[in-house]
């Protein structure tokens, strides 16, 4: 059996994803209507990255039942400090 994801290890990770995920956006719309090929891969990492932060965040929820709603949403979802 694996071990799970410390809580820390989850905060790490969202707080990673999210910079990334920013990158890219910004990288796509740098790019725009200049390259379809380059755009498109730039919207396939995104999705990939959409979807770590989605089964993370459902992994998290079920690690932690006993943390507050609100603290666990922002890890994967919430604004940054």
Do not use: W
Not at 5 to 33: C, P, T, V, W
Not at 47 to 59: G, H, M, P, Q, V
Request: net charge positive; proline share 2%; aromatic share 8%.
């Amino acid at each position: 059996m694996a071990k799970k994801l410390s809580f820390e290890d989850h905060q790490e990770m969202g707080d990673a994803l999210y910079r990334m995920r920013n990158e890219l956006m910004e990288f796509r719309r740098k790019i725009g209507k200049k390259s379809s090929k380059h755009s498109r891969q730039l919207e396939q990492a995104l999705s990939k990255i959409e979807r770590a932060r989605c089964l993370l965040d459902n992994e998290l929820f079920a690690d932690f039942p006993e943390r507050e709603t609100n603290e666990l949403t922002r890890v994967y979802y919430g604004p940054r400090t």
